[in-house]
């Protein structure tokens, strides 16, 4: 019946025994596309999870690419390692008016300290009390 070329059979044993065999290539066919099925969604899983770690990855090198890119600008400043004046003058200028009605003159870079522009020899204090001792 479902052969074409031959003669169609009539026999209800022969076409019965046909169906029961054509019934278990289909259940064996549709087992494996089952399992295929399966093995597609595990893969899928693990090419997910992978994906997310790539992901987390990724923001964790642009957060180091970001946070190199600010160190190499604060070492590469063109002011010497200190900021630029206005923007230091204007907030600091701004809290010395608000605290009364007159100007206050001010320093441009405040909170400096020069001893980290000093030789080391200089600023040794170690030998203090031999070079200067104290004045009585």
Do not use: C
Request: hydrophobic share 40%; glycine share 2%; aromatic share 4%.
């Amino acid at each position: 019946m479902l052969e074409p070329g031959r003669p169609p059979k009539t026999d209800k044993a022969t076409i019965l025994s046909d169906v029961v065999r054509m019934m278990e290539q289909l259940r064996t066919e549709a087992q494996k596309l089952k399992q295929s099925t399966e093995d597609l969604q595990e893969k899928i899983k693990e090419l997910k999870a992978e994906k997310n770690e790539l992901r987390d990855e990724k923001q964790r090198l642009k957060a180091d690419k970001e946070k190199l890119e600010q160190q190499v600008k604060a070492m590469s400043a063109p002011s010497g390692f200190l900021p630029h004046p206005s923007s230091m003058s204007a907030a600091f200028a701004a809290q010395s008016q608000v605290a009364s009605n007159k100007l206050v003159p001010f320093i441009d870079y405040p909170g400096v300290a020069m001893w980290q522009f000093m030789p080391p020899a200089a600023v040794d204090t170690s030998q203090d009390h031999v070079l200067r001792p104290p004045v009585a």
